[in-house]
């Protein structure tokens, strides 16, 4: 097992010349990325930053964005992401909890990175820097790789240690997924600071390039994919963004292979019409921050059978899956919490030995989803174990109520949660995402029709958009609360 760090450098001679970053004008070739890459972290080496240190990094997309990252990596430090959308104080917080040797700032984040005890200017450090040695790589799959916190989407976000044998579990992974090659461009529009991050080293490895946007600009976007981008991250929203952007087929995206989504479903009416516009390339991946990514994927081929698009994919071979049952049975195919076990799993909750000891069952990892498994291996989520709800004495988990709802042609997302009743004990309510002219009725009658009353929300509350969180995640309880403070809705009985 060794550092993931050293992809970085494989076929390093043969690769030196061709592009590895692309911001604006400025095109760093993979010999002049490596460069600057053990120049920073020497650099790095020179501030006392060693093995297991934290070190933060708030920017935006960018080349210098990488050259930090991968030069944290190189000095053997722990790379500590800091969303700029977080805003300064979840950001302070996150800093006081990872208690970072130093943290770097691009300008455009000084205010939202929060209180830093030791900033460093993330520019001016990187463009006065000297050519300079970085101490050795140390390969340990047990130290920690990065500390990142989780989108805080069900509660207060935890902090999730990886180990190098995890992020290395993860780089394999997603090369087998995408096969990628020194003729692949990535796309970086999705934020560094999260998913978007594990292309890095695969893409370089392989002697590709990654394109990077400091803003997600559509028009910026839809540029690049119809101009060489071979494989693209993003969120489902933006996907619809795009779609609603301007109009375009399939012929003018001639090199793309990979759109990939993730973080959030989406529904098969919209994996329908993505792959009508964008031509039959999506794919999505599924993961967690402690197992980051790539649990399972679902490939392009795979995503134009109609009847697979509700799943998130195939677990990947090296990492095994399995789902606890109600009786307390580990089965490979059935229906119950999905365990996770294999290297993408070393992980743990900082600070935290109890939470990360209940957050196991005989070694493997408790993801918390509750999901299923057919004979064909394809993996489907059902929904949260912790949202689980109990109304009239009936279990109803608010995933399988949010997609059928999502199958409605005029419901574009949906949020189903409890609400305390004196009569049912909790009252399932949804918030749907529709067009001005929705029938409230109609859709209720819908969701009737094909899984029942009981999973048929009592209330159901339309609004043009559901709030979303800094890394784009809709958050169960602030849907919760924004319905609260909205007009009553269309009351429904069961």
Not at 145 to 167: R, Y
Not at 220 to 235: D, G
Not at 390 to 414: C, D, F, K, S
Request: charged share 25%.
């Amino acid at each position: 097992m060794t550092h993931p760090i050293r992809a970085l450098y494989e076929n390093r001679e043969a690769k030196a010349e061709r592009a590895a970053l692309i911001e604006g004008e400025v095109t760093l070739t993979h010999g002049e990325l490596i460069d600057r890459v053990e120049a920073a972290a020497g650099d790095l080496a020179t501030r006392g930053v060693g093995c297991g240190d934290r070190v933060g990094l708030c920017a935006r997309n960018g080349w210098r964005h990488v050259v930090a990252y991968l030069a944290i990596l190189r000095a053997g430090a722990v790379w500590t992401p800091l969303n700029p959308r977080n805003g300064a104080r979840l950001n302070g917080e996150f800093q006081t909890r990872a208690r970072p040797a130093l943290t770097l700032i691009d300008e455009a984040s000084v205010e939202a990175a929060g209180a830093s005890l030791r900033p460093l200017p993330l520019e001016a450090w990187l463009d006065s820097l000297m050519a300079g040695a970085a101490p050795a790589v140390v390969d340990d799959p047990e130290a920690p790789f990065a500390l990142k916190f989780t989108g805080g989407s069900t509660g207060v976000p935890k902090g999730v240690v990886q180990s190098q044998a995890s992020g290395a579990a993860a780089l394999r992974s997603l090369q087998d997924f995408y096969g990628f090659t020194a003729d692949d461009v990535n796309l970086a529009v999705a934020p560094l600071t999260h998913g978007s991050s594990h292309y890095v080293l695969p893409v370089l490895a392989a002697g590709g390039a990654h394109v990077l946007l400091p803003e997600p600009d559509r028009a910026a976007i839809l540029r690049e994919l119809k101009a060489r981008v071979t494989t693209v991250f993003m969120p489902p929203t933006l996907i619809a963004l795009l779609m609603g952007e301007a109009e375009f087929r399939p012929i003018d995206f001639p090199r793309l292979r990979h759109l990939t989504y993730s973080a959030a479903p989406m529904s098969p009416d919209r994996i329908a019409q993505a792959i009508a516009r964008f031509g039959p390339v999506v794919s999505t991946l599924y993961g967690q921050t402690e197992a980051p990514m790539t649990i399972a994927g679902l490939s392009p081929a795979d995503m134009v059978d109609p009847d697979k698009r509700a799943g998130v994919g195939r677990p990947f071979n090296d990492t095994p899956v399995r789902l606890l049952t109600a009786d307390g049975d580990l089965v490979e195919r059935g229906e119950g919490e999905i365990l996770v076990g294999g290297d993408l799993t070393r992980t743990h909750y900082l600070d935290a030995p109890e939470l990360t000891a209940s957050s196991r069952h005989d070694g493997w990892l408790k993801t918390g989803d509750i999901g299923r498994i057919g004979d064909d291996r394809l993996l489907y989520l059902i929904g949260r174990s912790k949202d689980l709800i109990i109304t009239g004495g009936y279990n109803v988990y608010p995933g399988e109520v949010e997609a059928v709802l999502n199958l409605h042609p005029m419901v574009r997302e949906a949020c189903a949660f409890a609400e305390p009743d004196d009569v049912w004990g909790e009252r399932l309510e949804a918030a749907v995402s529709v067009a001005a002219d929705a029938d409230a009725a109609a859709i209720s009658a819908f969701v009737r029709e094909r899984i029942g009353p009981v999973r048929t929300p009592k209330h159901l509350h339309l609004l043009d958009a559901l709030p979303r969180n800094p890394v784009g995640k809709v958050v169960r309880d602030d849907v919760r609360a924004l319905c609260r403070t909205t007009q009553r809705p269309l009351e429904l009985t069961r």
